[in-house]
């Protein structure tokens, strides 16, 4: 009994080591016709993956073809895709990837010789875009910023209702909005609510997400679409922003357009 207790410790210690080596793996994929440039960044990603001292796994894809049968089966925390392929366009391919279930929420990095593709990608809303020659200094900036991103997609919500404790990923809320003294939980599934404030979510949540009214707290990565007043989220409903919030929103999102140009 003591030798087979052990045993099961053991394997029961194991089963958890690979657990978070697997949970924290970065998958990539690249789509590129251009052998010789895939082999180059495979190198570049596996010699940051060494100097950072975390795991990536890597998926190269010579066709448009190859790259979607894939998708449809596997899921990459990543997407480097190359705008001018020999016998597709990759403008093409993200408009494609995004009409898809899986291709919502797929991170793509667009990759060209020319940087004037890059005000033409925003309809499919890129994770960042790389002008060849790519510079190793802007690949791992990249691959920092996704870092962070998944580190912050990994941190839970807690909330507390009649029935007790429960906790939500960050990447699974799309907003939170007040009414009353309840709060409450927008996902892509259903509308949670608890007793609370909006102001001390926004507290507990830092700069995750941003308070674009003194109702209304959003997750940026669910926006669709965008004007001076007004958001509209991916469960299309339209939220308010307050006068108060409208430069910082404007900051942040100038933020992130700034990455494209």
């Known amino acids: 009994k003591e030798v087979s207790d052990e045993f099961f410790s053991l394997f029961l210690r194991h089963y958890k080591i ?3 080596k697997v949970k924290n793996m970065i998958k990539l994929a690249i789509c590129d016709d251009d052998v010789i440039f895939c082999d180059w960044l495979e190198q570049e990603l596996l010699c ?6 975390c795991k990536i796994s890597i998926e190269i894809y010579y066709s448009e073809k190859q790259l979607l049968d894939k998708l449809t089966e596997e899921h990459f925390d990543m997407l480097f895709l190359d705008i001018c392929l020999e016998n597709s366009n990759g403008i093409d391919i993200g408009a494609e990837i995004r009409k898809r279930s899986y291709g919502k929420e797929l991170r793509i990095t667009y990759i060209s010789t020319y940087q004037k593709y890059a005000l033409r990608l925003f309809c499919i809303h890129p994770f960042d875009f790389l002008v060849k020659p790519v510079q190793s200094k802007e690949l ?15 941190k839970i919500f807690e909330y507390v209702d009649t029935k007790g404790l429960h906790k939500i990923s960050y990447d699974h809320i799309l907003y939170f909005y007040s009414m009353g003294k309840m709060v409450h939980i927008v ?3 259903n509308d949670i609510e608890y007793r609370g404030k909006l102001k001390e979510v926004s507290d507990r949540t830092g700069n995750y997400f941003l308070l674009i009214h003194k109702s209304y707290l959003i997750n940026m990565q669910y926006v669709e679409h965008y004007e001076y007043h007004t958001v509209v989220m991916k469960d299309k409903v339209r939220l308010n922003i307050s006068k108060v919030n409208q430069k910082q929103v404007r900051e942040r999102l100038l933020q992130t357009e700034k990455r494209m140009l």
């Not at 940051?48 to 001292?53: G, T, V």
């Not at 791992?140 to 990994?154: G, K, S």
């Open 18 to 20: 690979q657990k978070v």
């Open 187 to 189: 996902t892509l599934e």
């Open 140 to 154: 791992f900036r990249v691959m920092d910023e996704l870092r962070e991103l998944l580190a912050e997609q990994n």
């Open 48 to 53: 940051y993956e060494k100097k950072k001292n």
